[in-house]
């Protein structure tokens, strides 16, 4: 653990978040910061409400109540330029989710064109540096359909690096991958997690939240239930659901 | 002799034949394009999301409202009647005297526009929600995401329904003959005419406008397996790809 970084920004600071769909409260008075620097795993069930509470964070799914401060400012107000702040965040999705129609190159260079305005020789560059980072700059030609599941992930992470953005968002990134891929993936946001990106993943691969995590986020029923470091979660979890779900997903 | 009448036919009027085969290939085709076009339109403007308020979503609203009238009401008569009203209503509400080809390419146009609308519609609510969400999370709004994101996708996904129209527009450019377009059967009504010949004439007629939706469907087929692209791709050494890029 980062001693001393207590004091440092908190780039995102979720407040009494609430979530339903209709009747269903899907998130119930989340409260939820994260720091400069920072690697925090979500963890938790399915229908726990881990995916919808990032999706909520970059305002794919719309929040019912609270706050949603970026940099202290609440970004659930309604004034607020939503793409304008979805450019500070990466996303990437369970389901890879490239543009089909662009090739591996054009996947990581046209958001940084159209939405951050860099020339697009400087973009190839930016783009080429983080392809180099995932090991796909061999690729650049190919179209997404001529990918495998694993490099299309990986691409995908280059495409939301390229941005260059505050925070990194992982939602289930190696749940639809095939068992033998999901190892490519997981070391390339090993290298990203200790390069000091700000990251925040939700995952079912437990070793490797335990390995990556600053911080880990045990939610349950739409609740946080527990919340405290990869030792502290792992190894002396206080609450008995923590305990349960532990038991049942680490063997 | 029938074969005898038809090549004497096709001799005789063989300049008449092209060009009213021409002006048919030349309304079918002006009309798709701007009706592909109107569609293109219509169909982005009717998948805006809602805005939750304000007066931006009454605009909104309204919009669709005309839309819809537009596409019910033209999918709803039949093009032989638009024909006729367009042509002889432009003259009696506004005075104006219309030229028959303009005419024409008014009532193909927004024929084509109203099918085309819906299979726009269509074609984007068909692309994967991933591909909107991942345009939408680097922060493109709604028509950088439909520009360089799904419209892309959704023109090869409808380019065979606007293969289908453009020869339905071949052969139904025929009803224009009401308002005398002089289109290939006109032409031929007016061959036929002469020659009292009408099977010999219309038989001709008839291989003129299947030779011409043929060669379009193959051209179209074409086109289809162009946009798909190769099944391969090359693998880029590193030195090949800094001298690439640093051009």
Known sequence: ?251 | MSLEWIIKIIAENWPMFLRGAGLTLLIALIGTIIGAVIGLIAGVIRTIPTPERGAKRILLKVINIILSIYIEFFRGTPMIVQAMVIYYGSALAFGIDMNVFAAAIIVVSINTGAYMAEIVRGGIVSVDKGQFEAAHAIGMNHVQTMWNVVLPQVIRNILPATGNQFVINIKDTSVLNVISVTELYFVTKSISGNNFRYFESFFVACLIYFVMTFIVTRILLYMEKKLDGSDNYTLIGNELNEKKLSK
Do not use: W
């Open chain 1, 1 to 251: 653990m980062k001693e001393g970084e207590e004091r440092m920004d908190k780039i995102i600071d979720i407040q009494h978040l609430n979530k339903s769909y209709g009747s269903h409260e899907v998130l119930r008075d989340i409260n939820f910061s994260v720091n400069k620097g920072e690697v925090v795993t979500i963890i938790g069930s399915s229908g726990s409400g881990k995916s919808t509470l990032l999706r909520c964070i970059n305002l794919l799914e719309k929040a019912n109540g609270g706050q949603i401060l970026y940099h202290g400012e609440n970004i659930l107000d309604n004034k607020h330029d939503v793409a304008n702040y979805r450019k500070h965040l990466g996303m990437v999705f369970q389901q890879f989710n490239l543009f089909n129609n662009h090739n591996v190159l054009k996947n990581c260079v046209v958001g940084q064109v159209k939405v951050l305005k860099r020339s697009k020789a400087e973009a190839e560059k930016v783009a080429m540096n983080y392809l180099k980072v995932v090991g796909m700059d061999q690729y650049i030609n190919a179209m997404p359909k001529q990918l495998s599941g694993g490099q299309k992930q990986r691409v995908a992470i280059a495409r939301a690096l390229s941005m260059e953005p505050d925070v990194m968002l992982f939602d289930e990134p190696t749940s639809a991958l095939d068992p033998e891929m999901v190892g490519e993936v997981l070391k390339v946001m090993k290298d990203l997690a200790s390069s000091g990106l700000t990251m925040i993943i939700v995952t079912h691969e437990m070793e490797f939240a335990r390995e990556v995590s600053d911080r880990v986020v045990f939610m349950d029923k739409g609740l946080i239930a527990e919340e405290g470091s990869s030792e502290q979660i792992f190894q002396h979890p206080t609450q008995e659901r923590t305990r349960e779900f532990l038991k049942r997903t680490l063997k």
